[in-house]
């Protein structure tokens, strides 16, 4: 429960303790990753199309897809975990429907069971083309752990 607290200022709350982790994230940065919504419970990454994030045909990299879809659950789980507490991912199954090139992408996480040692996520993943359309691209499921922040 967030109390007396408002919607907004709930979700900058979230924000803010999600965006101080995702700053530190290496590859979020090298890929071009940007952070988008984040409420509790859910979160959402976009990923612009660059030849960073592309395979040999092209498309966009099943690998830079997988990272922002375990990116994007990952932190929506965060914003359910105690706080001082960070999660990591301990297995994702993640299914991929369909392939694109051009646009962006945009992972929309959301947590499905909240526990005290598992949490349980899935990500969506939408290709959105230059016109706005979107497009499912790939699903995930997702399992965490809370584990003790090692940072300041």
């Given at each position: 429960l967030i109390g007396p607290l408002t919607r907004s200022m709930a979700g900058k709350i979230f924000y803010d303790r999600v965006f101080k982790s995702f700053s530190r994230q290496g590859l979020m940065t090298t890929?071009?990753?940007?952070?988008?919504?984040?409420?509790?419970?859910?979160?959402?990454?976009?990923?612009?199309?660059?030849?960073?994030?592309?395979?040999?045909?092209?498309?966009?990299?099943?690998?830079?897809?997988?990272?922002?879809?375990?990116?994007?659950?990952?932190?929506?789980?965060?914003?359910?975990a105690p706080e001082g507490m960070e999660v990591t991912t301990v297995e994702y199954k993640i299914n991929f429907v369909a392939a694109f090139r051009g646009g962006n992408l945009r992972a929309v996480g959301k947590v499905v069971k909240e526990g005290k040692r598992?949490?349980?996520?899935?990500?969506?993943?939408?290709?959105?083309?230059?016109?706005?359309?979107?497009?499912?691209?790939?699903?995930?499921?997702?399992?965490?752990?809370?584990v003790n922040k090692s940072y300041d």
């Amino acid at each position: 429960l967030i109390g007396p607290l408002t919607r907004s200022m709930a979700g900058k709350i979230f924000y803010d303790r999600v965006f101080k982790s995702f700053s530190r994230q290496g590859l979020m940065t090298t890929i071009g990753a940007q952070l988008g919504k984040v409420e509790r419970g859910t979160c959402e990454i976009f990923l612009p199309y660059s030849d960073k994030v592309t395979q040999q045909q092209g498309g966009f990299h099943g690998g830079a897809i997988g990272a922002i879809a375990d990116i994007a659950g990952g932190y929506a789980s965060l914003t359910v975990a105690p706080e001082g507490m960070e999660v990591t991912t301990v297995e994702y199954k993640i299914n991929f429907v369909a392939a694109f090139r051009g646009g962006n992408l945009r992972a929309v996480g959301k947590v499905v069971k909240e526990g005290k040692r598992l949490h349980v996520t899935t990500a969506e993943v939408f290709h959105v083309s230059s016109a706005g359309e979107e497009k499912l691209c790939a699903v995930m499921q997702q399992t965490l752990v809370p584990v003790n922040k090692s940072y300041d």
